[in-house]
């Protein structure tokens, strides 16, 4: 653990990536590699969050994040709590905000959450007085999602600047492309989407990102293909003609690799998987794939983001 980075850490949430400055990127980076070194000891845990108490509400499906998070807590020494919408009273009308503060009553620190609407944790941040995590909102962004791919990609390449990276697939109906737009831009990373236009949101250029709808150049050049799941919940109405045409085109699979893909290309997905659409079978468990490894530093990112946030709340200076 670092204290030094802990005591330049002002914020007293942590909502999205568009806020954070390259330093505060950096910052929980740093620290996460700190925390990944707890994680290979014989007795992977340490005290530094004991006698506080998390809770993750999820009002989404999850299976990577909410177990990260509440394994990453449990590392620092954290009592965690866990609620699911589908067994909460919010089935019974009970609204977010009364569910939050309801929870806030019984002296918790922390909340990380995850809802269907856009800005659900800002809304939340304004009425109770623990800290809030966002780790997902709609189609907005997933944070600690894109700090773990930036922190995985550093990893195995060593830096995040001059790097080519391809996102692929559903950009529209994504918080995940939202979040590594604004961390690996931040971080000076080349990044080009490519997806249907009909997945491609108007203007996503302003972010600063190329665009392109064709997948031999996505994957030309690329150092990283991060390739997204077709999100069909999201989708109110057929955005392609059908899945079977979407993985034609689209579909990462080793033929399109070999063809047009550098030899120590890096591929990324951030799961769930929909194996044989977006990813094919042995591209998924291949010898590029370091999807597992994403999911290992989850933990470890996740644990730098609890460690900081517990600091500023401890200290005086928040944001
Ligand atoms: N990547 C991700 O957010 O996965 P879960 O939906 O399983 O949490």
């Known amino acids: 653990m670092s204290k030094k980075n802990a005591m330049k850490?002002?914020?007293k949430h942590l909502l999205g990536i568009e806020e954070l400055s390259v330093e505060e990127v950096n910052l929980i980076l740093d620290q996460a590699a700190n925390f990944k070194e707890v994680l290979s000891r014989?007795?992977?845990?340490?005290?530094?969050?004991?006698?506080?108490?998390?809770?993750?509400l999820f009002c989404e499906a999850s299976t990577r994040t909410r177990s990260s998070f509440e394994l990453a807590a449990k590392r620092l020494s954290a009592d965690t709590l866990s609620i699911a919408a589908s067994s909460s009273s919010f089935v019974k009308g009970e609204t977010l905000r009364d569910t939050a503060q309801n929870i806030e009553a019984m002296k918790i620190d922390m909340i990380i959450m995850r809802h269907s609407?856009?800005?659900?944790?800002?809304?939340?941040?304004?009425?109770?007085?623990?800290?809030?995590?966002?780790?997902?909102?709609?189609s907005h962004e997933h944070p600690t999602q894109a700090l773990l791919d930036t922190f995985t990609i550093k990893e195995k390449?060593?830096?995040?600047?001059?790097?080519?990276?391809?996102?692929?697939g559903d950009i529209a109906h994504s918080r995940v492309a939202r979040s590594n737009i604004w961390a690996l831009t931040k971080l000076g990373a080349n990044?080009?989407?490519?997806?249907?236009?009909?997945?491609?949101?108007?203007?996503?250029?302003?972010?600063?990102?190329?665009?392109?709808?064709?997948?031999?150049?996505?994957?030309?050049?690329?150092?990283v293909l991060n390739v997204?799941?077709?999100?069909?919940?999201?989708?109110?109405?057929?955005?392609?003609?059908?899945?079977?045409?979407?993985?034609?085109?689209?579909?990462?699979?080793?033929?399109?690799?070999?063809?047009?893909?550098?030899n120590d290309?890096?591929?990324?997905?951030?799961?769930?998987?929909?194996?044989?659409?977006?990813?094919?079978?042995?591209?998924?468990?291949?010898?590029?794939?370091?999807?597992?490894?994403?999911?290992?530093?989850?933990?470890?990112?996740?644990?730098?983001?609890?460690?900081?946030?517990?600091?500023?709340?401890?200290?005086?200076?928040?944001?």
């Open 265 to 319: 290309i890096v591929i990324m997905h951030p799961g769930p998987i929909n194996r044989g659409v977006e990813l094919s079978q042995d591209v998924a468990d291949g010898e590029y794939s370091v999807i597992l490894e994403q999911v290992t530093n989850g933990v470890a990112v996740r644990m730098a983001v609890l460690f900081l946030l517990n600091h500023t709340k401890q200290s005086s200076g928040v944001k």
């Open 157 to 168: 390449l060593g830096k995040i600047k001059g790097l080519n990276v391809s996102i692929i």
């Open 9 to 11: 850490w002002t914020r």
């Open 42 to 56: 014989p007795i992977p845990k340490v005290p530094a969050l004991r006698g506080k108490t998390i809770v993750n």
């Open 191 to 223: 990044v080009t989407v490519c997806g249907p236009k009909t997945l491609i949101p108007a203007q996503i250029e302003k972010m600063g990102v190329k665009v392109t709808y064709n997948i031999a150049g996505a994957i030309k050049g690329a150092d």
């Open 228 to 262: 997204l799941r077709i999100q069909m919940e999201r989708q109110k109405k057929a955005l392609f003609p059908s899945i079977r045409e979407y993985t034609k085109i689209f579909g990462i699979n080793t033929e399109r690799l070999n063809k047009y893909a550098k």
């Open 117 to 138: 609407c856009s800005g659900a944790p800002w809304f939340l941040s304004k009425h109770v007085d623990a800290a809030i995590i966002n780790a997902g909102d709609g």
